[in-house]
């Protein structure tokens, strides 16, 4: 008689414990929202640059732009980018030796932008198309490249670094 007293007791326990009788009274917690995966340029604290790939007939570049925590950025804005062609094997005085170069700047304190700036699917990557190189592509060198975007807080750091 024991064994079945204790059988019928672990049932009721386990059926008190299953909260069938509940009618549901307690408030429902949303879920907290995941952090923000992307931050946009005016919200940046940091902004970094890194080029991926040149395009060799166009010249058309693409980058990713990240804050300095490797979130990617959305929304860029002012740019300026630079192409120069350095010659090899120059012996100069100066720190920056005999070169072509061609600067596009695309803000909103200029009219017009010779190039165009798209975002790509991913966000935090884009995609800049220049135009009118014919010039600077048919010097001989090496192609360095500078890409400076301009955030409400922030700017990425003017380096001159050799195409990808």
């Not at 909260?19 to 879920?31: A, G, M, N, S």
Request: net charge negative; glycine share 6%.
């Amino acid at each position: 008689m024991k064994h079945k007293s204790l059988i019928v007791a672990s049932l009721l326990l386990c059926l008190g414990g299953c909260d069938w009788l509940d009618d549901d009274d307690d408030p429902v917690v949303p879920p907290k929202p995941e952090p923000e995966q992307s931050v946009s340029i005016n919200e940046a604290e940091s902004l970094k640059v890194a080029l991926s790939a040149v395009d060799p007939q166009s010249q058309a570049l693409t980058f990713s732009l990240t804050t300095a925590e490797g979130k990617p950025v959305k929304d860029a804005g002012s740019n300026y980018v630079v192409y120069l062609k350095m010659p090899a094997e120059q012996v100069s005085a100066f720190s920056m030796p005999w070169h072509k170069g061609v600067r596009f700047e695309c803000s909103e304190t200029v009219d017009t932008c010779a190039g165009t700036m798209e975002a790509l699917e991913t966000e935090g990557q884009y995609r800049f198309t220049p135009e009118g190189l014919e010039e600077l592509n048919q010097t001989e060198g090496e192609l360095k490249l500078a890409v400076i975007l301009t955030g409400a807080k922030a700017q990425s750091a003017p380096e001159l670094v050799s195409a990808p």
